[in-house]
């Protein structure tokens, strides 16, 4: 069993940047594909990036280069920095784990592909 905590959300202003991080605990996830969520008020959780377990990213078209996911096995932790905040990114944001090794791409964009779910860190971006 894998639990997830995520951390690092909070209230910004537009063109702020913020790092969240997901600590896991209870299995090493370096083996684990990961990512990175998010559900806004009214709207279905839509997906963000994900990481591979060799490191290799996947970004939502939408995000590309405002947001970076990373990971640091030695922390069993997975990073999710995001420049140039704009309201519209106002969501909560959930880190999730799949063990899956055979997935990569657009596998890893849907949220069947992940057994583990953290619960959520809120991140609000004022105008």
């Known amino acids: 069993q894998v639990q997830l905590v995520e951390s690092g959300g909070g209230l910004v202003q537009a063109g702020d940047s913020l790092r969240l991080s997901c600590a896991a605990s209870?299995?090493?996830?370096?083996?684990?594909?990961m990512g990175w969520f998010r559900q806004a008020p009214g709207k279905d959780r839509e997906f963000v990036a994900s990481?591979?377990?060799?490191?290799?990213?996947y970004y939502a078209d939408s995000l590309k280069g405002r947001f970076t996911i990373s990971r640091d096995n030695a922390k069993n932790t997975v990073y999710l920095q995001m420049n140039s905040l704009k309201p519209e990114d106002t969501a909560v944001y959930y880190c999730?784990?799949?063990?899956?090794?055979?997935?990569?791409?657009?596998?890893?964009?849907?949220?069947?592909?992940?057994?583990?779910w953290g619960q959520g860190t809120q991140v609000t971006v004022s105008s």
């Open positions: 999730a784990a799949d063990s899956n090794t055979a997935h990569y791409g657009s596998t890893l964009a849907m949220k069947p592909s992940y057994a583990y």
């Open positions: 209870g299995r090493t996830v370096s083996s684990y594909n």
């Open positions: 990481i591979r377990w060799n490191g290799l990213p």
